[in-house]
Structure formats: structure tokens, C-alpha cells
């Protein structure tokens, strides 16, 4: 019997390229499921959707991740924000200086 976990849901605002051309994301949502396609039994599933034109849900990719998988790509994330974050605040700490 399937477990399926709990959807966690979240505002995106930005873009994403696809093979017919960049969209504007609407929202994603992140859940623990069986896989469709993945190697691995279960896992964690990452939606990222977009406004309409590809069905009800608007899903425009979803990918299908075992638990290491996941939590690289988390990690990568807040790795990369953390950087970019420290660098705009060193870049406004310059101009308020000036």
C-alpha cells in the first residue's frame, strides 16, 4: 500500500527554460512518493509548476530524487543563497560606506 507523504507546498517566483522556451513559474510542491521512472522504489518527488497550459496541475517538470539525491541538491541550494546573500549585503555595505 502506498504512503503518500505529506505535500509541501511553495510560492516560486522566478523563471524556467524548457525545450519550447523559458516560462514563469507559478509554484512548487515537494513530496515522498513511489517513483514512476527513477531506479530507486520511493523517494522524494520535486513538482515545479507553471501557470496553466499543461493540464490541471500546470506541471511543468517534476523530478523523481532518492533521499542522498534530495538532500545534495537542498543543501547546493542554501549553499548558493548563503553565498549570493553574503555578497549583496557585502556590496551594500560598500556603497553605504561611500
Same mark, same amino acid.
Given at each position: 500500500?502506498? +504512503?503518500?507523504?505529506? @505535500? %509541501?507546498?511553495?510560492?516560486?517566483?522566478?523563471?524556467?527554460?524548457?525545450? @519550447?522556451?523559458?516560462?514563469?513559474?507559478?509554484?512548487?510542491? @515537494?513530496?515522498?512518493?513511489?517513483?514512476?521512472? =527513477?531506479?530507486?522504489?520511493?523517494?522524494?518527488? @520535486?513538482?515545479?509548476?507553471?501557470?496553466?497550459?499543461?493540464?490541471?496541475?500546470? &506541471?511543468? &517538470?517534476?523530478? +523523481?530524487?532518492?533521499?542522498?539525491? =534530495?538532500?545534495?541538491?537542498?543543501?547546493?541550494?542554501?549553499? %548558493?543563497?548563503? %553565498?549570493?546573500?553574503?555578497?549583496?549585503?557585502? %556590496?551594500?555595505?560598500?556603497?553605504? =560606506?561611500?
Amino acid at each position: 500500500m502506498c +504512503e503518500f507523504g505529506q @505535500v %509541501t507546498k511553495v510560492s516560486l517566483q522566478g523563471s524556467g527554460k524548457s525545450g @519550447v522556451g523559458w516560462f514563469k513559474l507559478k509554484d512548487g510542491q @515537494v513530496y515522498h512518493d513511489h517513483f514512476y521512472k =527513477a531506479d530507486a522504489a520511493e523517494g522524494i518527488v @520535486v513538482d515545479v509548476l507553471k501557470d496553466g497550459e499543461l493540464g490541471e496541475l500546470g &506541471v511543468h &517538470v517534476s523530478l +523523481e530524487l532518492d533521499n542522498a539525491s =534530495a538532500r545534495a541538491l537542498a543543501e547546493a541550494i542554501l549553499t %548558493t543563497v548563503d %553565498t549570493l546573500e553574503a555578497k549583496q549585503a557585502e %556590496t551594500e555595505r560598500r556603497l553605504a =560606506a561611500r
